[in-house]
């Protein structure tokens, strides 16, 4: 079963709107990652966000955690044609006794011109 | 700066047939990882190396083996190919700095894998 789980599934806005997606998770976390994935391509790292933190800038993205209800939210402000793509929230998660790295089904967002 | 480089980019097999999927990588991390991306079921790990020599089951090792006997190249093996072995694979890599978990992923472009 997937430890992050993110909502919306898909989201089309307009250019210049901002954009928001979320994660939840199911067990305690010491971090939560967040990556992009153009289509035909490979997850780029975005954010890293650890569990004594509530919020992140990093240029027009801005992450936020909160630990006590197991989400997590990414919001990209002035969202370009060139965000379109899905993104993933990940989670450390114990698998088999050791700490791995675990993807959610993405959310994909497309910005209309 | 290559990164993480996956080859090939696109193969398909017949079922039964067997292949090597090759990954490469130049930043001098330590551990590598192979994931399959489904439609619908997100990033599952197949299998991954903390170092060169050592290899790890992840959540769908059945059906897969790996190698790595350099450090920078983790290979992914499917000795008899079958439909529902049919997906995106993905490798990655990461630094060594405690525990891994903590550490950003780097990924390859992806390898698309047919098996009919």
């Known amino acids: 079963s997937q430890q992050g789980e993110e909502d919306p599934q898909a989201l089309s806005i307009q250019e210049g709107e901002n954009a928001t997606m979320n994660c939840s998770y199911k067990t305690s976390i010491n971090n939560l990652q967040w990556y992009r994935q153009n289509s035909g391509r490979g997850l780029v790292h975005l954010i890293l966000i650890r569990s004594n933190e509530r919020e992140k800038h990093s240029g027009r993205l801005r992450v936020t955690l909160d630990t006590s209800k197991k989400s997590s939210s990414l919001l990209i402000t002035a969202s370009r044609a060139a965000d379109t793509a899905s993104y993933f929230c990940a989670t450390d998660a114990q698998i088999q006794g050791a700490q791995k790295l675990v993807f959610g089904q993405g959310t994909r967002l497309t910005i209309n011109p | 700066n290559a990164g993480v480089t996956q080859t090939p980019k696109f193969r398909v097999l017949k079922t039964g047939q067997s292949m090597t999927l090759l990954c490469a990588q130049d930043m001098n991390h330590e551990y590598m990882y192979w994931y399959r991306q489904d439609p619908g079921m997100g990033l599952r790990l197949i299998h991954y190396?903390?170092?060169?020599?050592?290899?790890a089951k992840g959540e769908v090792p059945d059906g897969y083996n790996v190698s790595r006997l350099k450090k920078q190249n983790f290979l992914l093996g499917l000795e008899s190919a079958a439909p529902s072995q049919t997906s995106v694979y993905f490798c990655a890599s990461s630094y060594d700095r405690g525990d891994y978990s903590n550490q950003p992923q780097h990924f390859g472009d992806g390898t698309r894998l047919s098996i009919l």
């Open positions: 190396s903390v170092g060169e020599g050592t290899t």
